[in-house]
């Protein structure tokens, strides 16, 4: 059954998605155009002004268009979320032959895809421009990606392969924990009556600043607890290590809270 929830999850979401990152690939290379126009300006060209303009243009509009992939990612992702759970559509949902915790599951499983794909699409627009734009070419960037994997995998280590695993599963998890931090919110702001909207808001900027504080204290810990190893290797790993625990167990209270609060008490608009 999770598995038709997930079907059903990613074929009504990815009428979203998928026109949203075509954009950005169409996007991509023409803001490439405008700063390739930047490397070819002549100095005594009359239409400097006009070329120069494009290619500021260019600039600023690509680098608005990579930080909005993530933005409406996370836009929509909220969106899907709220209407299929805390308004009238939550009816159709809660009223399918599935456990709560099951669509909790599709829903975040579906929402973590989306936000890797995003991640893929912006670092594919950033190859397509950088090569595009004449800063470089892809056989330069292949050599180039070719010779630091070669170097990096070549002079690792036991602890660097820690190092590296540590932070892959710390991004992973931070994918999860920051979802289910949103969904949480959304799922205690059903608890009040009116302004429920708001509240969410509210409540997911105090459990942010909350989870802040005690990253920070955590740090704080580990400088003490390691002393003279403090930015070293052995730092940095604890570090990631303790983002991890934060992040599995932020992910699992938010599940909890999310799924508890959806089966016992629903209250939708």
Known sequence: MLGKLLKQEFGATARY????????LVLTPL???MMRMMQQLDMDSAGLNVLS??????ILGYSF?????????????????????????AYLTFTLPVKTHQIIISKTLAAVVWEILASIIAVFSVIVMFCLSGFVTLSEMLDGLRSFLDSFLFHMNGNDYLTFSLILVSLITGVFASIMKVYCSIALGQLFRSHRILISIGLYFAIYFGLQIVSM????????????DSYSQSYFNFTYLVSIL???AVSAAGFIVTTYIMKKHLNVM
């Not at 303009?53 to 260019?58: I, L």
């Not at 268009?65 to 559509?89: G, M, Q």
């Open 217 to 228: 204290i955590l740090s704080v810990g580990g400088i003490m607890i390691l002393q003279d």
């Open 17 to 24: 998605f998928i026109p949203l990152y075509g954009i950005i």
């Open 246 to 248: 934060e992040n599995i």
């Open 65 to 89: 268009l990579i930080i909005a992939i993530f933005i409406a990612t996370l836009i929509l992702i909220v969106i899907r979320f709220y209407k299929t759970t805390a308004t009238s559509e």
């Open 31 to 33: 803001f490439a155009l």
């Open 53 to 58: 303009g494009m290619a500021v243009f260019g």
